[in-house]
Nanobody, 116 residues
């Protein structure tokens, strides 16, 4: 069965860093575009970052450009999101998603809280 398991969230101060990881299983990970989404309370889920199957192309939400970096390791079936210079507005539950023509599945999310 398809499984996506996020980890790495936590509480950090503004300006701090976190590295989120998503471990995939149950499907051909290396053939899927991987995405990180986030959702804050009372807000719509938004796409944060995308990486193509071979890792050659990445895209980011404007508000995180220059601060976040998405990467993947197809051998380990893992996609990561390095988050630097975190801001309070980055507080949200972060989810990973596998996509190829259609969404394959979602993880349960990992909570990121940025607060003084």
């Amino acid at each position: 069965q398809v499984q996506l398991v996020e980890s790495g969230g936590g509480l950090v101060q503004p300006g701090g860093s976190l590295r989120l990881s998503c471990v995939a299983s149950g499907f051909g990970f290396s053939t899927y575009t991987m995405r990180w989404y986030r959702q804050a309370p009372g807000k719509e889920r938004e796409l944060v970052a995308t990486i193509t199957s071979a890792g050659g192309t990445t895209n980011y939400l404007d508000s995180v450009k220059g601060r976040f970096t998405i990467s993947r390791d197809n051998a380990k079936k893992t996609v990561s999101l390095q988050m630097n210079n975190l801001k309070p507005e980055d507080t949200a539950v972060y989810y990973c998603n596998a996509f190829r023509r259609m969404s394959l599945g979602w993880g349960q999310g990992t909570q990121v809280t940025v607060s003084s």
